[in-house]
T-cell receptor, first 109, second 115 residues
Framework: GQNIDQPTEMTATEGAIVQINCTYQ??????LFWYQQHAGEAPTFLSY??LDGLEEKGRFSSFLSRSKGYSYLLLKELQMKDSASYLC??????????WGAGTKLIIKP | ETGVTQTPRHLVMGMTNKKSLKCEQH?????MYWYKQSAKKPLELMFV???????ENNSVPSRFSPECPNSSHLFLHLHTLQPEDSALYLC??????????????FGEGSWLTVV
């Protein structure tokens, strides 16, 4: 079966750095997405990785290792507004999006 | 504002009611989706339409009936639902299907409570 694993919940402090991990076992791989979803709002696109390595976009970076079936989202200089759920999703060989259950990130002052 | 608009945002319905959820996208996309989001579970893909044609029905019970009159509009008709159908229903769109890097844009969702 196909599976995406993420931690259910993480807590971090304002101003700090947090890394949210995502491991996947899918039939094929055609890319990996990270989405952010604030409570009661739509998931919004954060990043897309299809090649190994680190993609940096402001305070957020996303890393991919296809050989390890692993990605992480790195959030720097955390702000209270970063409190949200972070969803990892993989495009499989049939171009279907397989979703993780999301990681709820709680930021404390 | 994601370019995908859903109405109503909140809906409470009895098990014998008939209601519909509406979705409209202003992005010029050709593919539209209905997802179900329940607490602490992965997003569940329900239906996919590409150029108004249904391409995916993930074993969804017949009490959910989709309709796609054109590439910009998508409906989800609801009839004789069960309490376990209570969830957030998300509409989404993308430029096309079957492409790498095909970013999906979501609406704000419709919170459905079945009583």
């Amino acid at each position: 079966g196909q599976n995406i694993d993420q931690p259910t919940e993480m807590t971090a402090t304002e101003g700090a750095i947090v890394q949210i991990n995502c491991t996947y076992q899918t039939s094929g791989f055609n890319g990996l997405f990270w989405y952010q979803q604030h409570a009661g709002e739509a998931p919004t696109f954060l990043s897309y990785n299809v090649l190994d390595g680190l993609e940096e976009k402001g305070r957020f970076s996303s890393f991919l290792s296809r050989s390890k079936g692993y990605s992480y989202l790195l959030l720097k200089e955390l702000q209270m507004k970063d409190s949200a759920s972070y969803l990892c999703a993989v495009i499989d060989s049939n171009y279907q999006l397989i979703w993780g259950a999301g990681t709820k990130l709680i930021i404390k002052p | 504002e994601t370019g995908v608009t859903q109405t109503p945002r909140h809906l409470v319905m009895g098990m014998t009611n008939k209601k519909s959820l509406k979705c409209e996208q202003h992005l010029g996309h050709n593919a539209m989706y209905w997802y179900k989001q329940s607490a602490k579970k992965p997003l569940e893909l329900m239906f996919v339409y590409n150029f108004k044609e249904q391409t995916e029905n993930n074993s969804v019970p017949s009490r959910f009936s989709p309709e796609c009159p054109n590439s910009s509009h998508l409906f989800l008709h609801l009839h004789t639902l069960q309490p376990e159908d209570s969830a957030l229903y998300l509409c989404a769109s993308s430029r096309t299907l079957g492409d790498t890097g095909n970013t999906i844009y979501f609406g704000e969702g419709s919170w459905l409570t079945v009583v």
